[in-house]
């Protein structure tokens, strides 16, 4: 079983960048469809963006597209979303996600679709 642990979250000023990071241990994710979703305060849990197991395919929620982008590096089996021009609205708790079955992509954006989660790491944007 696959375990992911995020990093990168903070607090930080409206138009500023965060690099958020998921790295896996356990087994490989190199061939699993990677997401990131997040969860405002009192709300539900949101997709943010998705990535083929290859890094060729990329997704987006429309709230962030041109903003932030989501890569990967087998090599070192992290996912990667980088996160531009933060706005308030964008204070959630960030998760990843790997999708349940390998070599998709199957560009999914309910969480239900996605079997293995990290524990999240907030990001706040202060106006």
């Known amino acids: 079983q696959v375990q992911l642990v995020e990093s990168g979250g903070g607090l930080v000023q409206a138009g500023d960048s965060l690099r958020l990071s998921c790295a896996a241990s356990?087994?490989?994710?190199?061939?699993?469809?990677m997401a990131w979703f997040r969860q405002p305060p009192g709300e539900g849990r949101e997709f943010v963006a998705g990535?083929?197991?290859?890094?060729?395919?990329?997704w987006y929620a429309d709230s962030v597209k041109g903003r932030f982008t989501i890569s990967r590096d087998s090599a070192k089996n992290t996912a990667y979303l980088q996160m531009n021009s933060l706005k308030p609205e964008d204070t959630a708790v960030y998760f990843c996600?790997?999708?349940?079955?390998?070599?998709?992509?199957?560009?999914?954006?309910?969480?239900?679709?996605?079997?293995?989660w990290g524990q999240g790491t907030q990001v706040t944007v202060s106006s």
């Open positions: 990535i083929g197991w290859t890094g060729g395919s990329t």
């Open positions: 996600a790997t999708s349940r079955a390998p070599y998709g992509p199957y560009w999914r954006r309910q969480p239900t679709d996605f079997g293995s």
């Open positions: 356990g087994r490989t994710i190199s061939t699993y469809d």
